[in-house]
């Protein structure tokens, strides 16, 4: 049985830093990453890394964010500083079985999110 379960979340103040973890079991991934969705917004990619050293990161993280993969704990984090009012959300954990970590449609396993909440 495949799991994703997130760990990580909370309330912080605008400019603060959180690391989010996701401990996957049940298969090896080729893609893990990172999704959120913001209140009244649509579920956007917000990072992405393969088995190796591929990565991607949706504009409006780039320099605030780091993911990175523990390959033999099966973990992937997500890693964000200088976190924006903007930045709250619920963040879901995702794997791909086959495919691309910047290919939305080949994330086909989900965690059940965890909530990030930044306070201006």
């Known amino acids: 049985q495949v799991q994703l379960v997130e760990s990580g979340g909370g309330l912080v103040q605008a400019g603060g830093s959180l690391r989010l973890s996701c401990a996957a079991s049940?298969?090896?991934?080729?893609?893990m990453g990172w999704f959120r969705q913001g209140p009244g917004k649509e579920r956007e990619l917000v990072a992405g890394?393969?088995?190796?050293?591929?990565?991607y990161y949706a504009d409006s993280v780039k320099g605030r964010f780091t993911i990175s993969r523990d390959n033999g704990k099966n973990t992937v984090y997500l890693h964000m500083n200088s976190l924006k009012p903007e930045d709250t959300a619920v963040y879901y954990c995702?794997?791909?079985?086959?495919?691309?970590?910047?290919?939305?449609?080949?994330?086909?396993?989900w965690g059940q999110g965890t909530q990030v909440t930044v306070s201006s």
């Open positions: 995702a794997a791909s079985s086959y495919g691309l970590p910047e290919v939305v449609r080949h994330y086909n396993y």
């Open positions: 890394i393969s088995s190796g050293v591929r990565t």
């Open positions: 049940g298969l090896t991934f080729s893609a």
